[in-house]
């Protein structure tokens, strides 16, 4: 399995800020790499696809980068809907696997 | 709009086999052109892939490969998943979830989960 490390682990932040999560990979993933939001008691909801490329319907505020092992997600002017957990996931190997999640809650 | 739906027992015994059924709505089961895949959240915990069917074949988790199989009933829409020998830390919320291969897979559409308790 490919290990996937994400970065930190929970965040406290405020309406309108710009966050920062982090996942890095155990191996290069070229760009085989999707974000996920989770709200709790709901099911995960894909918001970018392929290091970078935006989900239908999923607002520009959300952006994907990196390659290789680094990856990020960054959402600019946090609105109350982003408070969430989000995931990542690699889908490089037929044995895909998710990172350990980076919840975001309101300061 | 493709909609998934789990169902099946909320409390199966630790040695016993769990049996899941997604349905599917909204579209057609087919295995040429989507994963069709399962993956759990255990309380309070994060989310763990458990496996895949594609045209390929199907593919687990190597953590749980000796324990589950996924297959598809395209005359009923629908797909499932069997995990045997459970034991209590297979208590879980279980996804059935799409998986599309627009430049590479990602899970576009899922279920809204079911929780199944593995107790005595």
């Known amino acids: 399995d490919i290990q996937m490390t994400q970065s930190p682990s929970s965040l406290s932040a405020s309406v309108g800020d710009t966050v920062t999560l982090s996942c890095r990979a155990g191996?290069?993933?070229?760009?085989?790499l999707n974000w996920y939001q989770q709200k709790p008691g709901k099911a995960p909801k894909l918001l970018i696809y392929?290091?970078?490329t935006l989900q239908d319907g999923v607002p520009s505020r959300f952006r994907g980068s990196g390659s290789e092992t680094d990856f990020t997600l960054t959402i600019t002017n946090l609105q109350p809907e982003d408070f969430a957990s989000y995931y990542c996931?690699?889908?490089?190997?037929?044995?895909?696997?998710f990172g350990q999640g980076t919840k975001v809650d309101m300061k | 709009q493709v909609q998934l739906q789990e169902s099946g027992p909320g409390l199966v015994k630790p040695s016993e086999t769990l049996s899941l059924t997604c349905a599917v709505s909204?579209?057609?089961?087919?295995?040429?052109?989507?994963?069709w895949g399962w993956v759990r959240q255990p309380p309070g915990k994060g989310l763990q892939w458990i496996g895949s069917?594609?045209?390929?074949?199907?593919t687990y988790s190597p953590s749980l490969k000796s324990r589950v199989s996924i297959s598809v009933d395209t005359s009923k829409n629908q797909f499932s998943l069997k995990l045997t020998s459970v034991a209590a830390a297979d208590t879980a919320v279980y996804f059935c979830?799409?998986?599309?291969?627009?430049?590479?897979?990602?899970?576009?559409?899922w279920g809204l989960g079911t929780l199944v308790t593995v107790s005595s």
């Open positions: 979830a799409r998986g599309r291969t627009r430049e590479i897979p990602h899970l576009d559409h």
């Open positions: 996931q690699q889908t490089y190997t037929d044995s895909w696997t």
């Open positions: 909204g579209g057609s089961v087919n295995i040429n052109y989507f994963y």
């Open positions: 191996q290069i993933l070229n760009s085989f």
């Open positions: 069917i594609y045209y390929t074949g199907t």
């Open positions: 392929a290091a970078s």
